[in-house]
């Protein structure tokens, strides 16, 4: 089984395109399963011309995720599917945060001194969104598609 050079998802042989990204495939472009598992740790490659159309659309996929998905575009550009799936994967974990955060407030609460230091400590995790957000965007301002850390290796736009 091949991989797609462009976005790592499995390719069945003999396949022309990639079935997620639209990408052209050849032999040279299929990846080893090498990539799959996420030992190679190099940036994606896209066409220089098309970050250079997109980057606009690729940056709002981190302030607005839903503008790409609403307006159709991250099917249209490689280069802005990758930026607006790691847009919406920082905004569902920032969602996520949010929800552990309220629980666990809720509890710490009721608990003197101590609870209420964790609380303050939890809180300064909130500082790491608005940085992989800034990340995102100079990732998309500068051309390059490397994901996110964490955060990036996980594929919520198919």
């Known amino acids: 089984m091949a991989f797609c ?16 990204c639209g990408t052209a495939m050849s032999a040279a472009q299929a ?3 090498q990539y799959q598992s996420g030992q190679d740790s ?14 606009v659309m690729a940056m709002l996929g981190y302030i607005l995720f839903f503008v790409p998905l609403i307006t159709g575009d991250y099917k249209k550009s490689p280069f802005v599917h990758f930026h607006t799936n790691q847009g919406t994967a920082l905004f569902l974990s920032c969602v996520a945060f ?3 955060y309220v ?3 809720t509890i710490l609460a009721f ?6 230091a964790l609380i303050v400590l939890i809180g300064l995790c ?26 990036g290796k996980f594929t919520i736009i198919k």
């Not at 050079?5 to 396949?15: E, K, L, R």
């Not at 190099?42 to 980057?55: G, V």
């Open 98 to 100: 949010g929800v552990v």
């Open 126 to 151: 909130w500082l790491v969104f608005p940085i992989l957000c800034i990340v995102g965007v100079i990732n998309a301002v500068n051309g390059k598609m490397t994901p996110l850390p964490v955060i």
């Open 5 to 20: 050079g462009n976005c790592g998802t499995n390719v069945n042989d003999g396949v022309n395109f990639c079935p997620s």
């Open 42 to 55: 190099s940036p994606q490659q896209t066409d220089t011309s098309d970050a250079e159309q997109n980057k």
């Open 31 to 33: 990846q080893s399963s």
């Open 103 to 105: 629980i666990l407030t």
């Open 111 to 116: 608990i003197p001194i101590l609870g209420w």
